[in-house]
């Protein structure tokens, strides 16, 4: 990377140690031309050409940056040594993998969730490789499989229904599954003791297609979640957070949660999806906040860790990845970052953050870029994949 290509004049003076040091400020680049933020904000292309499908990423103990390449079947490893901003280069961890997506660091290992199994990695040399759980159900369907380490140092993974519509041939599919780090059944799992051992790594199931997950700071589970299609452009609201519970059921496929945003102390309880019958649909773990139908969110983190003022800290982040599933050209929904207001453990609002990707009466399908995954970086910026574009972005706090 050449000193022209990512710095322009030294435009800003900072105080360090009492000495005025000059800071450069990155050349303004297409993101930062196309996408709008909040004043005092700023957005650059921190790595760009990727052709497998940029997903969901990690930080290693290291301080650099992780990230899926979907399609190409590779993990990599994306270094700022000289922290300016932008990835000195692309190295390859793994390659040859079907489909992954889902990646964390644990105890000096890096787990990745693939289409069909969770493995592991670890540098020595060459990277060592080693299967945790072989028989994740197989890449049909909604075919992403993220995982996560939750605070009681469990690993959680996330797999997608087989269908658009229809009951689960397995019940591990439309669920979230949790399993000890070595691939094991955690004794306290709700149905550690079911007859069937499919059945024993669920942890909550009705979730057709959790393509992220998260903790709050109190400790509750929270997930995203994407709805059927073929019910018109309003139906069923998007599930875009929904506080998981251990052994719940959260409606997928008979029942949806009604209206649109927060759904303090399940006000609004599921309703049935009108495709199904017979089902008591006030069984259902009702969404804990909703937004309009199709919005596809995907990828979330929280901003504790960013260098971002002090409100935006506090926040929950999302990127609506912009569905497919509108036919009304004045109900296209936005691939963009929303911002959630987090009071008491709650997200009383969102508000967008970060938008531009796609131009007006344009469907996401056919934009510059659509955001996936989130990510707050060791230097405290949020890191955006962009699956369409091929691109990862960084977003910081320049102050105004």
Avoid at 38 to 64: S, W, Y
Avoid at 113 to 123: E, K, M, Y
Avoid at 265 to 293: H, Y
Wanted: glycine content about 12%; hydrophobic content about 35%.
């Amino acid at each position: 990377m050449t000193h022209l290509r990512w710095w322009g004049l030294m435009a800003a003076l900072v105080i360090a140690g009492g000495v005025f040091v000059a800071e450069p400020r990155p050349v303004p680049d297409e993101a930062a031309q196309r996408i709008r933020l909040p004043p005092g904000f700023a957005i650059r292309v921190f790595a760009e050409n990727f052709e497998g499908a940029p997903r969901l990423m990690t930080v290693g103990p290291d301080g650099q940056l992780y990230l899926s390449l979907m399609y190409g079947g590779q993990v990599v490893r994306l270094p700022d040594f000289n922290r300016d901003g932008r990835a000195d280069g692309l190295e390859v961890v793994a390659e040859g993998l079907e489909l992954p997506h889902g990646l964390e660091w644990h105890q000096g290992w890096l787990y990745v969730a693939t289409g069909n199994a969770v493995i592991r990695l670890r540098p020595s040399g060459a990277w060592q490789r080693e299967t945790v759980v072989p028989d994740i159900p197989g890449p049909s369907g909604h075919f992403t499989r993220t995982l996560h380490f939750g605070p009681d140092g469990k690993l959680y993974l996330s797999v997608g229904s087989e269908t658009n519509f229809g009951p689960e041939r397995d019940p591990r599919r439309a669920a979230i599954l949790r399993f000890n780090p070595d691939g094991s059944v955690p004794q306290d799992n709700p149905f550690a003791q079911d007859p069937d051992p499919r059945r024993r790594v669920v942890w909550a199931s009705g979730l057709k297609n959790s393509v992220d997950f998260t903790w709050t700071p109190r400790g509750s589970l929270w997930a995203t979640h994407n709805g059927t299609d073929h019910l018109g452009d309003d139906l069923p609201p998007e599930e875009v957070i929904v506080a998981v519970q251990p052994g719940g059921f959260h409606g997928w496929p008979y029942c949806y949660t009604p209206g649109l945003g927060l759904n303090l102390k399940a006000e609004r309880s599921e309703v049935p999806d009108p495709r199904t019958q017979g089902f008591d649909c006030r069984k259902a773990v009702p969404a804990l906040f909703t937004a309009p139908a199709h919005s596809a969110p995907l990828g979330m983190t929280w901003g504790q860790k960013s260098h971002f003022p002090a409100k935006y800290r506090n926040s929950l982040y999302i990127a609506y990845h912009g569905s497919l599933g509108v036919q009304d050209p004045k109900h296209y929904r936005d691939c963009k970052i929303e911002r959630f207001v987090i009071e008491n453990d709650l997200p009383v609002r969102s508000e967008v953050f970060a938008t531009g990707w796609r131009a007006p009466g344009q469907m996401c399908r056919d934009a510059w870029g659509r955001p996936v995954g989130l990510v707050i970086g060791s230097d405290g910026a949020m890191y955006v994949s962009d699956a369409k574009g091929g691109r990862v972005y960084r977003i910081w706090y320049e102050g105004r």
